[in-house]
């Protein structure tokens, strides 16, 4: 019974790490929040996504994903996608007037169909976020706003790390306690 008390524990201790970070693995695997959905730009289909949620200073991101704009295709997704397009994006705090600007390219991105920039606001506040995509007429743009969040006190870090090091307390004393114990050598008394 205690062995098996031991596993659990380990497998808890293997799991925990995984569950934590997760929140942080889903922010860079071109997922998020959808901005801008099934829009048309020029010649141009457009989706827009930012991570994470909520939008938080030094850290944003904006997944663009592009395809042929057709006629009688309400959806978007009969187009092809659009692989090869010069996409920027700004992000303005228009009560500084700080302007930031990151060309977004599919390096950067986890799903290579996606184009990808990445920013580290130091600003709290509304921020203005324009994709541009250079178009053979000339530029197509977009836009939306997204309100940055001071960073909260890490309190799911710090409590998955206190829990992770009560685990490992818990099963260091379980195989100290259920740990086989080598028989003791037998002392033959002298003749």
């Given amino acids: 019974m205690m062995k098996m008390l031991g596993r659990g524990a380990l497998f808890l201790l293997i799991l925990l790490p995984l569950f934590l ?22 010649p141009f289909r457009i989706w827009v ?9 030094g850290e944003y991101h904006v997944a663009v994903a592009l395809t042929e704009s057709l006629e009688n295709d309400p959806n978007g997704f009969a187009g092809e996608p659009i692989l090869d397009a010069d996409v920027v994006v700004e992000m303005e705090h228009p009560a500084s007037g700080l302007l930031l600007t990151a060309q977004a390219t599919h390096e950067d991105a986890t799903n290579k169909l ?15 976020i324009r994709v541009i995509v250079q178009g053979p007429d000339g530029p197509a743009q977009t836009s939306y706003t997204d309100e940055m969040e001071s960073p909260a006190f890490p309190w799911m870090a710090v409590g998955g790390g206190l829990l992770a090091l ?9 195989y100290l306690k259920t740990g086989e114990k080598s028989p003791k050598p037998k002392v033959r008394p002298a003749r």
Wanted: no cysteine; proline share 7%; net charge negative.
């Fill in 114 to 128: 996606f184009y990808e920039a990445l920013f580290a606001p130091q600003q709290t506040g509304l921020w203005e």
């Fill in 166 to 174: 009560l685990v490992v307390g818990a099963g260091v004393v379980l």
């Fill in 49 to 57: 996504w930012s991570d994470p949620e909520p939008p938080l200073v």
């Fill in 21 to 42: 970070s997760a929140r942080s693995l889903l922010a860079h695997a071109g997922v998020g929040t959808a901005q801008i959905n099934n829009l048309d730009i020029g």
